[in-house]
C-alpha cells in the first residue's frame, strides 16, 4: 500500500477576488500588495522541506515565488476548475439572472457545472490521478479554491451541498493524506504560513 500526506495553499488575492469575479482558468495576476505580504510570510518548517507543485496559472506561481518556494513544478492536474462561460463574471449576478435554473445546478452538488466549464467531480477525477500516479513521498501544491474544496470534500465525506462543514482559511496550508487502498483522508486544516524568520512548525 502507497500512502503519504500533501499540503494545499490557495495562491493570494488578484483583484478579480476583490471584485468577486469567478476567475476559474482565467491566468489572472496578484496584486502587488498581495506579493508583498507573501514576501514576509514562509511556510512551516516541515512543508519548506518537501517538494512543491503549482497550478499552471500566474497567481499560483507568483505566490510560490513570494513564499520563497524554489524548484516549483507547474501540474495541469491542480488547475482551478473550468468556469467556461462563466469566467469574469460574479456569481451574485449569475444567480439574479438564472433564478430557480442556477439553484437547481448548485443543489446538483458534485455535478454543478457552469456553462462550458466542468464540475467538482471532474475536477477531483484529474486530481485523483495525479495522486495515484505519485511515487514520491510528502508533497506540496500551490493550487485554488475549486481545488482544495473538491479535495476536501472528497476526504471528509461532505457533498458540496449546503454550508461546508468545516471553516478554511484561504491563508492556510490544508493537509490530506493519500491511501492508494482507501483513498483521501482529512489530516490538519487552517496550517497558518509564518512571518519570515519563524521557527513554528
Not at 500500500?1 to 469575479?21: D, P, S
Not at 514576509?40 to 522541506?49: A, M, S, T, V
Not at 467531480?121 to 474544496?149: C, M, N
Request: charged share 30%; net charge negative; hydrophobic share 35%.
Amino acid at each position: 500500500m502507497r500512502n503519504f500526506h500533501f499540503a494545499l495553499l490557495r495562491h493570494g488575492i488578484t483583484a478579480w477576488n476583490t471584485e468577486k469575479r469567478i476567475q476559474g482558468q482565467s491566468d489572472i495576476s496578484l496584486l502587488p500588495e498581495t506579493i508583498d505580504e507573501y514576501g514576509r510570510l514562509q511556510l512551516p518548517e516541515k512543508w519548506r522541506k518537501v517538494p512543491w507543485r503549482v497550478s499552471p496559472l500566474i497567481r499560483t506561481i507568483q505566490t510560490a515565488v513570494s513564499l520563497s518556494i524554489e524548484g516549483v513544478a507547474p501540474d495541469e492536474h491542480w488547475i482551478e476548475m473550468n468556469w467556461g462561460d462563466w469566467e469574469g463574471k460574479k456569481l451574485s449576478d449569475l444567480r439574479r439572472q438564472l433564478g430557480p435554473r442556477m439553484q437547481e445546478n448548485e443543489d446538483r452538488g458534485w455535478d454543478f457545472r457552469p456553462e462550458g466549464g466542468e464540475s467538482p467531480r471532474e475536477v477531483l477525477s484529474r486530481v485523483e490521478a495525479a495522486l495515484s500516479g505519485h511515487r514520491d513521498g510528502d508533497f506540496g501544491v500551490v493550487t485554488h479554491k475549486g481545488v482544495i474544496r473538491a479535495v476536501y470534500a472528497a476526504a471528509s465525506g461532505w457533498d458540496m451541498m449546503g454550508k461546508i462543514p468545516d471553516r478554511l482559511d484561504w491563508k492556510s496550508i490544508h493537509v490530506f493524506s493519500w491511501s492508494s487502498d482507501d483513498g483521501l483522508g482529512v489530516v490538519d486544516l487552517n496550517c497558518r504560513l509564518l512571518e519570515r524568520g519563524g521557527t513554528t512548525s
